[in-house]
């Protein structure tokens, strides 16, 4: 066979000839020898998953949810759930990019900004964001927009958790910007704000772009931990209340939408940043 | 601008003069003259400095293409990038049409080693990008200059989207949409292979010939430094000072051939032996010897 990458030859060298199965084959392989694995485990009881669930009453679940079901007795929807998370995440994550962004720009490019500002925030940086919870539930007044209710405290932590990987990707990206082109520009007529606009902002982008995608994903994963603790609605507090009222297929189904909707935001992140980049070679 | 057809007349002029005289004429004050007094740059502080140029003098006349040869790390990045304006001299001072540089200005273009077209931006937005930054964009310009430089249907591509010799044709194009008076070009041709290069000297010999500009041309190559230039200044080692200047005194319109010339052999032959010691010092400071 002349066809197909080296690593298949190779893998087809060591099995002796046997036909090669396509690409999506192989990944529907992947997903169901998952399953199988977790079936394996709970019906012959290794570790203590005998007391957890089938993948098969999972599964049933999972499309009864999708199908508008309430996860639990009197419950919401999964839907519900997964648009206060969505919410929270996204308000979080925003409310990060505005902020970092342009400090970071500041602080990459100007000594006495970077002076003034960076020791206090690096300081700030190794503190897990969901340590914030508690000083946040003190802080944060009650909010409400008509009747729904503002959950301050987990916004604020979403915000700190996505903050620093959008902070400092923006300002390494800033920081290792070739002097040329400052020169180059201003060269050929470009005052400082032209520099800015021209130079420093396109040149930093692909680092404000993997500093969003890194954002992004801390955001899902301090909203998780912030709705353990300060509860729902939200896809964090029905995993916790799932395994609450001993329905861990509950537990399950939050577990996978929040990994779902990681993977679909990063992707919307990833799609933005070919965006904004048309010049980008990836 | 309105000084350029008077420069054209005193060039034809000065062609006539021995370049003794030429260089005699320090109160010319046309447009493109450079007039470089005394030079000193240091870097560092006190107890880690680095002297890279020490009382450098020199005077280019407006029109005049003068490359500046040297040894690597003789500080001639250091003097172009004092009349670009990116660096004050510690000492002494750099005249540009008589007038102390103060900063970078589109009348000095500059052409870096490494091609510095702005990645992000297509090559019609970097050529344009000089006139952009005063709102005059002249489409007709624009347009011939893609024309001349053979960037023609290349308007939208991104700067890696080009060969590396197509890069340095629409580096140059940017340059020359701006119009300056004086072209700072620091060893631009060092990273192309031996024919693009060529071509790429040609091009350049072309677009001299045809305005009237100032050119001071950085290499460390004794070839191109005869083949492009009026005038050869030869660099010392660092501390950098002029060791040597040599008058190129071949004809002009010039092409590539001309290298096979007997007197292109002789003036050659000249500036390695000024440029040998300087290269064999350039080297023993590089390994730490000094």
């Known amino acids: ?282 | 601008m309105s000084e350029h057809n008077t420069d054209t007349t005193t060039r034809s002029d000065t062609d006539e003069q021995s370049a003794e005289q030429r260089r005699s004429w320090t109160e010319s004050s046309g447009s493109g003259t450079v007039n470089i007094q005394d030079l000193t740059k240091v870097y560092g502080d006190d107890g880690d400095e680095l002297v890279a140029v020490d009382g450098m003098d020199l005077h280019i006349e407006a029109e005049e293409f003068v490359t500046v040869l040297g040894p690597s790390g003789c500080g001639k990045s250091t003097v172009m990038e004092c009349i670009a304006g990116y660096l004050d001299p510690t000492e002494g001072e750099v005249l540009v049409n008589d007038e102390p540089v103060e900063g970078p200005d589109p009348s000095r273009g500059v052409v870096f080693q490494e091609n510095r077209l702005f990645p992000w931006k297509t090559i019609s937005e970097n050529v344009r990008f000089g006139p952009q930054m005063r709102d005059d964009v002249d489409e007709s310009r624009v347009a011939s200059l893609f024309d001349q430089m053979g960037l023609s249907g290349f308007e939208d591509a991104y700067p890696h989207e080009l060969s590396g010799g197509m890069q340095q044709r629409a580096e140059l194009a940017r340059l020359l949409a701006n119009d300056p008076d004086i072209m700072l070009m620091d060893e631009p041709f060092s990273g192309l292979d031996a024919m693009t290069k060529e071509l790429m000297q040609e091009k350049l010999l072309d677009v001299w010939e045809d305005d009237d500009r100032t050119v001071l041309f950085i290499t460390h190559d004794v070839e191109e430094a005869i083949l492009l230039a009026d005038r050869v200044v030869v660099m010392t080692a660092r501390p950098g000072q002029v060791k040597d200047v040599i008058d190129v005194d071949l004809e002009r319109p010039r092409s590539t051939d001309i290298v096979t010339t007997d007197r292109f052999n002789e003036l050659q032959r000249r500036a390695s032996e000024s440029i040998h010691d300087e290269a064999e010092r350039a080297m023993e400071q590089a390994e730490g010897r000094v």
């Open chain 1, 1 to 282: 066979m002349s066809t197909g990458s080296i690593s298949d030859r190779l893998v087809e060298g060591f099995a002796g000839g046997l036909p090669s199965p396509t690409r999506g084959v192989r990944k529907l392989v992947s997903l169901v020898g998952f399953v199988a694995v977790w079936w394996l485990f709970y019906e012959f009881g290794v570790l203590n998953f005998e007391h957890f669930v089938s993948p098969v009453t999972t599964i049933v679940e999972f499309a009864g949810a999708l199908a508008g079901q309430p996860l639990t007795e009197g419950g919401d929807t999964i839907y519900l759930h997964a648009v206060y998370s969505g919410a929270r995440v996204a308000v979080g994550v925003v409310a990060a990019a505005l902020l970092a962004i342009p400090l970071g720009l500041v602080v990459g490019t100007s000594d006495r900004w970077e002076n003034l500002l960076y020791p206090a925030l690096e300081a700030l940086r190794p503190i897990p964001p969901i340590s914030w919870l508690p000083i946040a539930i003190i802080v944060f007044p009650a909010l409400a927009l008509g009747s729904i209710s503002v959950p301050l405290p987990a916004l604020f932590v979403v915000f700190i958790g996505s903050f620093f990987p959008i902070f400092t990707n923006t300002i390494e990206g800033a920081r290792t910007i070739e002097t040329e082109y400052g020169q180059a520009a201003r060269s050929l007529g470009a005052g400082s704000g032209d520099v800015f606009r021209h130079v420093v902002l396109p040149a930093t982008l692909p680092s404000i772009i993997t500093g969003l995608s890194l954002g992004v994903g801390l955001g899902w994963i301090t909203v998780v931990a912030a709705e353990l603790l300060t509860g729902g609605p939200g896809l964090g507090y029905i995993i916790i209340q799932g395994s609450r009222l001993l329905q861990n297929q509950v537990v399950v189904i939050g577990m996978l939408a929040v990994g779902a909707l990681g993977y679909a935001t990063s992707a919307l992140v990833e799609a933005l940043g070919n965006w904004l980049m048309p010049w980008s070679t990836e």
